[in-house]
């Protein structure tokens, strides 16, 4: 199967600082990159994705770029706050037709 | 109100027992999941199904069992096979498979007695 790993696993940032999650991937004919938001204890929530004719796209504080060559797409939150502490999965769809999760990243934005 | 619908939210297994954990869904997608997710870990792909009747073991599908008879439904029976079942379910579905956003249901979390 896919080989899907994200890093860091933890990252404690100052509320206001900027957050940055990668995503490596295994699989060149993936071609959805989504990332899923959890809170504790809840249902994970599509926060933003990208598809593979595209490099770059932004929602607000939140931004997602992707490096197919390289095989890797990182989340990237600015000015972060408080609610923005949760555990963020990217998950890649593949050739298989099969998903595969990262294995979160626990954020946690100091007030 | 379109969603997902999980059903029972905590659930409780007796040794050797067969359960069932319900999931039916009203937006009319054509894809559905299961994943298991144990503490502070990441979510697993137990099975999924594209479509009606039939569906596709994900990384984790011994000792569990489907079915698809109808588009809105997608029920996961943990059999007594499973030794180690206690975790928390996620079912989901997409529109079509998994080049689509994938939507969540709130969850069962199964305990053994």
């Known amino acids: 199967g896919e080989n899907v790993e994200q890093h860091p696993s933890t990252l404690s940032v100052q509320e206001g600082d900027s957050a940055v999650i990668k995503c490596t991937y295994s699989d060149s004919a993936s071609n959805y990159f989504p990332w899923y938001k959890q809170e504790l204890g809840k249902r994970p929530q599509l926060i933003i994705d990208i598809r593979s004719n595209v490099g770059e796209k932004k929602d607000q504080r939140i931004a997602v770029t992707l490096n197919k060559t390289a095989k890797h797409f990182s989340l990237h939150i600015t000015e972060t706050q408080p609610e923005d502490s949760a555990v963020y999965f990217c998950c890649p769809n593949n050739a298989g037709n099969m998903l595969t999760f990262g294995g979160g990243t626990r954020l946690m934005v100091k007030p | 109100d379109g969603g997902i619908t999980q059903s029972p939210k905590y659930l409780f297994r007796k040794e050797g027992q067969n359960v069932t954990l319900s999931c039916e869904q009203n937006?009319?997608?054509?894809?559905m999941y299961w994943y298991r997710q144990d503490p502070g870990q990441g979510l697993r792909l137990i099975y999924y199904?594209?479509?009606?009747?039939?569906?596709q073991k994900g990384d984790i599908a011994e000792g569990y069992s489907v079915s698809r008879e109808k588009k809105e439904s997608f029920p996961l029976t943990v059999t007594s096979a499973q030794k180690n079942p206690t975790a928390f379910y996620l079912c989901?579905?997409?529109?079509?498979?998994?080049?689509?956003?994938?939507?969540f249901g709130d969850g069962t979390r199964l305990s053994i007695l």
């Open positions: 989901a579905s997409s529109i079509a498979g998994t080049g689509d956003p994938q939507h």
């Open positions: 937006l009319n997608h054509d894809a």
């Open positions: 199904s594209q479509i009606v009747n039939d569906f």
